[in-house]
């Protein structure tokens, strides 16, 4: 009997989705008669498609259960949105007790309160599919209804909630304040978005959290009406005052910096304020060393940390400094405007138009590129 359950399962999950999940799909399964001798291990491997070992796990989880009655019922409900034979393995990997879950007074109200709300049942499908137990709370649909007017789509909703866990905190006592208080500081609902995709503990984080790391990214230098104010809070976000001192007085001492001219580089490009020194010090070495900038050129200019050393700065270091040497451009040539343009723009402006000059010029960046010192960039 258990084999014919497992041959029908796995129709159900190959076939069609069913048009009202639950309801036709169980009263099939029902015509079944339950194995007497139900053993969750055996049922998570054969039936949901669980490995061995995530069946011990999960199997723990699922001892009470004496029938394979409401487990059917509930892979029945996912097949019938859709969900493949791989994604309720994963799912019920994740979370066993969803098998336990009550079709009737649980999974279709979520799943009509979250089509009432205008998804589609691909888009109910996916949300089961990262909601895990949070799709079996009735709340979820309320607290789906918020994050959409906020986060504008659900696909943007989606990315943000694969690095949190925005279902599991209160919207009344934590979410809602904290988005209140960002507008408040100046963010757009589209800003949050955004932060919340790269940092989305931010908004479900304590308000008193929240508004501490508002003051630690003022403190750098970047009022809240600057457009940087959300790069700098992204730089910020957990660290504590001391550490983002420490950060900043570190800057000051690598790139041989006075008080004035970190303030300057930390407010054009706070993010830096978030590099490791791991990355900051041989950075410090080739511009100043190498290049020879001075620190209060590049002060004004920060942006030129945000690049790639190995894969930009170096590479169009070397192509600059051959062309300058073999007399191609003027000396003047400036190295900020020449790392700034686009790898399109790099290419018409430094390499295209010395063709024949230098006809081994492009194999050349491109190896200096993946890190690589071409001889012809050997320089005396």
Known sequence: MLRLRSRVLAHLLSSSPATSPGSPLRRLLSAISPNPSFAAHEYLVSTCGLTP????????KLSHLK?????????????GLGLSGADVAALVARDPQFLCASVERTLTPVAAGLSGLGLSRSDIARLASLAAHKFRQKAMVSKLHYYLRVFGSLDTFLRAMK?????????ERVVKPNVAYLRECGLQDCDIAKFCIQRPRMIIASPEHVQAMVRCA???????ASGMFRHALHA????????????VEYLKKTFRWSDAEVGIAVSKAPTIVAMSKESLQ????????????EPAYIAHRPALLTFSLKGRLRARHYVLKFLKEN???DHGQDFFNTVMVSEKVFMERFICPHKEAA???????ATACRGEVPARFSFT
């Not at 029938?67 to 097949?79: G, Q, R, T």
């Not at 003022?218 to 809240?224: A, L, M, N, Q, T």
């Not at 910020?236 to 950060?247: D, L, N, T, Y």
């Not at 041989?282 to 900038?293: D, H, K």
């Open 53 to 60: 070992a995530q069946a011990v796990k999960a199997s723990a």
């Open 327 to 329: 007399g191609l451009i």
């Open 163 to 171: 690095g949190g866990h925005l279902l599991s905190h209160s919207i």
């Open 67 to 79: 029938s394979p009655a409401n487990p059917d019922a509930v892979l029945a409900f996912l097949a």
């Open 359 to 365: 006809p081994h010029l492009a194999e050349d960046y």
């Open 218 to 224: 003022e403190s750098i230098g970047v009022p809240r």
């Open 236 to 247: 910020v976000a957990f660290h504590s005052e001391e550490e983002i001192a420490a950060r």
């Open 282 to 293: 041989p950075m410090s070495e080739f511009l100043i060393s190498e290049v020879g900038l």
